[in-house]
């Protein structure tokens, strides 16, 4: 199949009630910009009537739509990759299923990334219309995103990334994914632009404390040795401590200074030294439990259904989807049905 100008990748959750007008929106900004374009919509275990949705949306665009339905719950940055790897745009635009991200704003990120030269361009928000407490979370992981890949770009789900970038990052298929991290692994071209950010029409979000913690665990385990290395670092100045108390009390012991050994010293050096090692076990575990997993190939997703223009031109013996290109490999030919993972 040929390439497009851009192609719009949706992970989906729950969000039956906005998928038509997001389409809709979508197709009138992008036919206004002259672009041609394909929309690749990943049903992340959706339990509404997300799916049925996508079906009828396809069953109107057969020509431009990609649907895909996940086994189960994956995450959002799983079932990016998952829509990547089927995207044949020269540029990639990202966003989220709830309308939040106008598709108006999009013309905004490709100006900014032809004209700035730039591989990867991040709609930075005007003003946030998300709860405090998401808000709080995502600035809890852009802090973290800064500190370890020294970018001050503030980090969003909507997004244009070129395509040499993007086929970059389409070899990782490990569980633990962290998007916005590969992507910085791979260049340094990377800015952001002013966008609208809307009011959440419908629902609620997928994300809470719990699932923005563990993204920004991601992060740190994933993209980092900061942790390791600031248990190291505690664990020098604790011992460092350690050894000067105990060189005093040698002193004041051979000078006969002590009369009664003291219960409080005792009691608060173990309790110091027993949590930062307990501190420091936690860290290591938590990259030792990623490598047991990782090693026993826990799927980065896997696909139970799927429906695209690509599988119906592989059906019929064609050659050449970007995927294959990007990767030398012979195209994938499989049925429209099954239990496929994150290789496909």
Known sequence: MSMVDVSVVVPVYNSEKTLHALVERLVDVLEAAGTTHEFIFVDDGSADGSWRVLQAIRSKRPDR???????????QHNALMCGFRRA????VVTMDDDLQNPPEEIPKLLKA??????????????????????????????????????NDVTVTSFRAIRCPLLDAILEYDLNYTFVDGL??????????????????????????????????????????LMPLQIVSACGLFVSTV???LAFY?????????????????TIIAILIIGGTQLLGLGIIGEYLGRLHLNVNRKPQYRVREESSPRQEIAASGARNIRLDEAHGREPRSHSTTGERSHVD
């Open 242 to 244: 350690g050894f000067l």
């Open 113 to 150: 990334l032809r004209e700035r030269d730039l591989d990867l361009v991040y709609g930075g928000y005007e003003s946030k219309r998300h709860s405090s407490w998401r808000n709080a979370g995502s600035l809890m992981v852009n802090v973290f995103y800064r500190a370890v890949f020294r």
């Open 183 to 224: 992507l910085a692994w791979n260049t340094r071209r990377i800015g952001q632009t002013p966008v609208v950010h809307e009011a959440r029409r419908e629902g609620r979000s997928g994300y809470n404390v719990r699932k923005l913690s563990l993204l920004a665990l991601n992060l740190f385990t994933n993209f980092s």
């Open 65 to 75: 739509v990609v649907i895909v339905q996940l086994m189960r719950n994956y995450g």
């Open 88 to 91: 044949r745009g020269a540029v």
């Open 249 to 265: 009390y040698l002193a004041c012991a051979l000078a006969s200074e002590i009369v009664v050994p003291g219960y409080a010293s």
